[in-house]
């Protein structure tokens, strides 16, 4: 499927993307070429394809221990803050 002029500009300004008139057609080979791809994919069979959460069937993820190790820093952290209530940082007000 061969995409417009139109198509592509469309697609350029959904995408907040500014072209140049002469990367146009360009754009226009290169998308084209990317939709005729999807057209292909969408064309093979599917059928007794069962959908698969993992591309590994049967493994797990190992995991790390949950162990701490890194100390509670937040106090020295507050310590530059201009000011803190209760441990939390106090900003200004920018909503009104």
């Known amino acids: 499927m061969a995409l417009t002029r139109a198509q592509v500009e ?9 072209l140049d008139p002469a990367e146009v057609p360009q754009y226009e080979q290169s998308l084209s070429r990317i939709v005729d791809f999807i057209g292909e994919l969408e064309r093979a069979s599917t059928t007794g394809v069962a959908p698969m959460a993992h591309p590994l ?17 937040h106090a020295r952290y507050q310590r530059n803050a201009p000011e803190v209530v209760s441990g939390l940082y106090l900003v200004p007000k920018v909503i009104e």
């Open 57 to 73: 069937a049967g493994l797990v993820q190992r995991l790390r221990a949950d162990e701490i190790t890194e100390q509670d820093d």
């Open 10 to 18: 469309g697609i350029a300004h959904l995408a907040r993307l500014e």
